[in-house]
């Protein structure tokens, strides 16, 4: 018996609603992937609509009248009836996500967005099973292990980027020790917490103080963006490190080796102090 996923799209423009409702049913209800789609314009009909057929997964724009996404997904997650719905939150601006994130969504999507790669989002939301719930995969710290990064997640979104053309980037982080001998577990809890983003973005535990962010449907403008956000946070928050960035992007590169890209990268950002972009300094 085939089981229907519930999606809830909450936008305070009917237009924005309807073109999702079109792209959605179009992309599903094929096969074995069926969505039933229902409608709201603020959080507070949201909630209620929820309240009465909890959703697989919410659609939430930030800036609505009455109740904005925010308040609303912070409601959202603190009712335990709601702990298994994904919520993926729509926002005009890359500032808005970390609030978005901090109030409990589990991804983000910038607008005006790109209909295919919503729809990838959506799909992975409702039909791919999270990573977490294999703990084998992880390490003590719920980072994805390098072995495992290379055994079941590089292979396998390098081929859905190139079958579906649309972007990945890799971001390796290397962190240096300012005026402290080593990182206790508050430090490693902070700075896991300040890489810990997107459900999509599979966060790795590379090497000694070295951590890999693997952006799924992120342009190589969108991940220097966040690049620059994520490094600006762990020199603001933890001042006695300082962070070192390299960034490979599939989209621009002329060959599909990403992870010899991003280690290139990485060492030449050592070497010169810059965000390296694709063995290239960027502004």
Not at 33 to 47: D, K, T
Not at 89 to 94: D, F, K, M, V, Y
Request: proline share 3%; glycine share 4%.
């Amino acid at each position: 018996m085939l089981t229907e996923k519930k999606l809830l799209i909450v936008d305070d423009e009917k237009g924005v609603r309807h073109a999702l409702i079109r792209g959605i049913r179009h992309k599903f209800n094929k096969q074995s992937n069926l969505v039933s789609i229902s409608e709201a314009s603020n959080g507070q009909e949201a909630i209620d609509k929820a309240n009465n057929i909890p959703p697989d997964l919410i659609l939430m724009d930030i800036r609505m009248p009455i109740m904005n996404g925010l308040k609303a997904c912070r409601i959202l997650r603190s009712d335990s009836k709601f702990a298994a719905t994904k919520i993926i939150i729509l926002t005009c601006e890359i500032t808005e996500e970390s609030e978005g994130l901090l109030s409990g969504a589990d991804d983000y999507v910038i607008k005006p967005f790109d209909i295919k790669t919503l729809l990838i989002r959506i799909e992975r939301g409702l039909f791919q099973p999270r990573l977490e719930s294999n703990p084998v995969m992880l390490d003590d710290n719920g980072l994805i292990t390098k072995e495992c990064f290379f055994d079941t997640c590089i292979s396998y979104e390098v081929a859905r980027a190139k079958r579906f053309h649309h972007p990945l980037s890799l971001l390796l982080f290397k962190v240096e020790l300012r005026n402290v001998v080593e990182l206790n577990d508050n430090h490693h809890e902070s700075l896991i917490n300040i890489f810990k983003r997107r459900t999509s973005d599979k966060v790795v535990h590379w090497g000694e103080k070295t951590f890999a962010l693997l952006l799924t449907e992120t342009d190589a403008n969108d991940a220097t963006l966040l690049a620059k956000h994520i490094a600006h946070k762990i020199e603001h928050r933890l001042g006695f490190l300082r962070a070192y960035v390299g960034i490979a992007n599939l989209e621009d590169t002329l060959c599909d080796d990403i992870i010899g890209n991003a280690e290139s990268s990485l060492r030449e950002a050592l070497r010169t102090g810059n965000i390296i972009l694709n063995r290239l300094a960027v502004p």
